[in-house]
């Protein structure tokens, strides 16, 4: 996040994308999901698509939360009631969705299908 602040953004998305390289080493087993890969994986994808609104790339963020929403709405369901995690899901997504960082973008056809598709997740 230092990189974003001072808007080294080569810098940050290097970052964050080693970000996933960390947690596919740590998370090795799919029959137990970790704390780190269910809380923090879709707010990388966030991460990174506020770097890309920084950098005037709306395209690309887009193509982030896109990301963030496959996963959060096919994946992490997977999980729901083992062991507590798989709970809260649409809300959090939607909360992720609705950070005022994206105020932007949010007009965009593309986001409103997010939207949509995360609205139309069981709670």
């Not at 290097?14 to 799919?30: G, H, L, N, P």
């Not at 698509?49 to 929403?69: C, F, P, R, S």
């Amino acid at each position: 996040m230092a990189y974003r602040f001072m808007k080294k953004y080569d810098d940050a998305l290097k970052q964050f994308e080693m970000i996933f390289d960390i947690i596919s080493v740590i998370c090795t087993y799919e029959a137990v999901i970790p704390p780190l890969h269910f809380r923090e994986r879709g707010d990388v994808h966030a991460l990174i698509a506020h770097t890309y609104i920084e950098m005037g790339d709306n395209e690309k963020a887009l193509a982030q939360l896109e990301k963030m929403v496959d996963y959060d709405t096919t994946v992490l369901p997977q999980f729901k009631g083992k062991g507590g995690w798989g709970e809260g899901i649409k809300q959090r997504l939607l909360k992720k969705l609705n950070a005022e960082k994206f105020d932007s973008i949010k007009n965009d056809g593309r986001f409103i299908t997010l939207i949509h598709r995360a609205n139309a997740m069981d709670d």
